[in-house]
C-alpha cells in the first residue's frame, strides 16, 4: 500500500504530487529546492540551500519512518558549475558515511532564485 506525504507547499496541489510517497520498503522523496525554512526566500548560497534541501527532505524520510541515513539515490540538479563546486563538499559531509549512488545534472530549475534542487529515494529494508 503507497503512503503519502506531503509537506503542505502551494505546488503540491498545483501540479498534483506528493513531497514523498512510501512503497513498501521505498521512500520516494520529490525534488525539493533550497527554501529558508523560515522566510521562504533562497540563500544567495548554492552550499545553503543545498543544506535546507536535505534538511527538509529528512523531514520527511522522518515522516515516514526513516532519515537520510537510509538513503540509497541521490539526484543533485544545479544551475551551474560554480553551484555544483559549492554543493559537492556539502553532499560529501552529509553522506560520508551513508554513501548512496549519486548523480548530478546542470540544468535550468523552474523556480526564480533556486541554485540546486535535490531528490532522494530511501530503503527502510534491512
Known sequence: MK???FAG?????????A??????STIHVSGVTGRDPVSGDFPEQADEQARNCLAAIDTSLRQAGASLENAVVCRVYVVDQASAVAVTP???EIFADIRP???MLICQIPAAGAKVEIEIT???AA
Open 90 to 92: 556539502v553532499l560529501g
Open 122 to 124: 530511501a530503503s527502510t
Open 19 to 24: 513531497r514523498a510517497v512510501v512503497d513498501g
Open 101 to 103: 549512488t549519486n548523480t
Open 3 to 5: 503512503n503519502r506525504i
Open 9 to 17: 507547499v502551494p505546488s503540491e496541489d498545483i501540479a498534483g504530487y
